[in-house]
C-alpha cells in the first residue's frame, strides 16, 4: 500500500523537488559578472577623459563646433596609444598633467584590449585600390589627397598621415558627412585591403619623376602642354631676334 501511494503522488514528489532546486540555480545564473578593479578604474578613466570626444564606447564623435574624436575601435598598439594620452597630438591635449604614468598605462591597456575591437592585418594591395575606387576616390580623390565636396560645402579630408587605425576606424564610424561602411558593406578582410591601399598611396613611387603632389595625370598633361608652349614661344622669339 504504501508503494502504491508513492506511486500515485510521485509526479507531485517530482514536481517539488524541482521547484526547490529552482532558487538555486536561479541564483546561480543571476550572478553578476563585476569587471576586476583594474578594469573597472581603467573604464572610469576612459569616461572620465576620453568619453566625452570619443564616445563612451570610442566609437568616434563628430564635434559640431569643437568637441570631436576619432574612433578608437581599432587602435591595437599599446605604446602608440600611451604616447598619445601622455603627449597629445593635434587637438587631442596632453594628459600628462592629470594622470600618473600608472594611469596612462592602465588605459591604454583598456583601449587597446576593451575598445579595439575591429581586427587590422595586412590586405591585399590589389583589392583594396578597386575599393578605394569605388568608395572613396570620389571623395578623398584617386590618389587619396582630398577633395571638394560640392554638395557639403566642405572638403573631404587628405588621409596622408592617418594611421590605419584611423582609417579604419572612420570606415567603419562614418564621421561628419562621410557614410559608414558597416561589415556587410565592407568586410574585416577588404576593410584590411582598404587600409593597406591608403597606407601605399601615402607614399606612392614616382617612376616618372616629380609627382606634384600627385594632382593626377590631367593637371601633369596640362603643365607639360604650358610648358611646351612656352618653349616654343621663346624659340620663336629668338629666331625673330636672330633674323632681325
Not at 24 to 32: D, E, G, I, V
Not at 52 to 77: N, T, Y
Not at 202 to 229: N, R, T
Request: glycine fraction near 12%; charged fraction near 15%.
Amino acid at each position: 500500500m504504501l508503494c502504491k501511494s508513492i506511486l500515485r503522488r510521485w509526479p507531485v514528489v517530482v514536481l517539488l523537488v524541482a521547484a526547490a532546486s529552482v532558487p538555486s540555480a536561479f541564483s546561480q545564473q543571476a550572478k553578476p559578472v563585476t569587471a576586476s578593479p583594474s578594469q573597472s578604474g581603467a573604464r572610469s578613466l576612459f569616461l572620465d577623459n576620453c568619453a566625452k570626444c570619443h564616445g563612451m564606447v570610442g566609437q568616434g564623435l563628430a564635434g559640431i563646433i569643437s568637441i570631436a574624436g576619432p574612433s578608437l575601435e581599432a587602435e591595437h598598439d599599446r605604446e602608440s596609444v600611451a604616447v598619445r594620452i601622455r603627449d597629445g597630438k593635434g587637438m587631442m591635449p596632453s594628459f600628462k598633467p592629470l594622470l600618473s604614468p600608472q594611469q596612462i598605462t592602465e588605459l591604454a591597456d583598456y583601449v587597446t584590449q576593451q575598445i579595439a575591437v575591429i581586427p587590422l592585418q595586412p590586405g591585399d594591395l590589389s583589392e583594396g585600390g578597386r575599393l578605394f575606387r569605388v568608395n572613396c576616390a570620389p571623395c578623398h580623390g584617386t590618389a587619396a589627397r582630398g577633395g571638394a565636396l560640392a554638395f557639403a560645402g566642405i572638403n573631404a579630408p587628405s588621409l596622408v598621415g592617418k594611421s590605419a587605425a584611423t582609417i579604419a576606424g572612420a570606415v567603419r564610424w562614418g564621421p561628419g558627412p562621410m557614410p559608414s561602411f558597416p561589415e556587410g558593406v565592407i568586410s574585416n578582410q577588404q576593410l584590411d585591403s582598404v587600409t593597406t591601399y591608403v597606407e601605399f598611396m601615402q607614399h606612392p613611387p614616382s617612376p616618372g619623376g616629380i609627382p606634384m603632389k600627385y594632382y593626377g595625370s590631367v593637371a601633369e598633361g596640362l603643365i607639360a602642354w604650358v610648358a611646351m608652349c612656352v618653349l616654343v614661344g621663346v624659340t620663336m622669339w629668338i629666331e625673330k631676334r636672330g633674323q632681325g
